[in-house]
């Protein structure tokens, strides 16, 4: 009988994400040194990164996520996309599909802050089917 840890799933995919997140690091510092992405995304990603993995570590605990750690994600997202959409070297083309993505997060904050304060009739309508 063998007395070597057999890895779990979790552990599998902890171990995955963080070599994930490590070559993802390593790139963007390359690409930051290399003039293809705009000064401070090393930071910006860095803070993101951390800010993602303690929402998603609290969200697998008994006490699940605070507001401050989804906000916090949030506003690391926006500064994220705003930063590469001012960025020098930024296509027409890319920083409209940024705004689009930039929106689409704004949106989304906007809807979880309303949605944290209860229902309201008013905000719900029919919807149109699609044709």
């Not at 699940?64 to 500064?79: F, K, N, R």
């Not at 890319?94 to 906007?110: D, P, R």
Request: proline share 5%; glycine share 12%; charged share 5%.
């Amino acid at each position: 009988m063998s007395t070597t840890p057999v890895p779990t799933p979790t552990s599998n995919t902890a171990n995955l994400i963080a070599l994930l997140e490590g070559f993802g690091n390593l790139a963007l510092i390359g690409l930051q040194a290399g003039g293809v992405v705009p000064p401070g995304s090393v930071q910006i990603a860095s803070m993101l990164e951390a800010s993602l993995n303690n929402l998603v570590a609290a969200h697998q605990s008994a006490q699940g996520s605070t507001d401050a750690e989804v906000l916090s994600a949030y506003a690391l997202l926006i500064a994220g996309f705003k930063a590469y959409q001012i960025a020098s070297g930024t296509t027409s083309a890319l920083s409209a599909k940024i705004g689009a993505y930039l929106a689409g997060t704004e949106a989304g904050l906007a809807g979880y802050v309303a949605a944290g304060a209860g229902y309201d009739p008013a905000n719900y309508t029919q919807q149109q089917p699609i044709a």
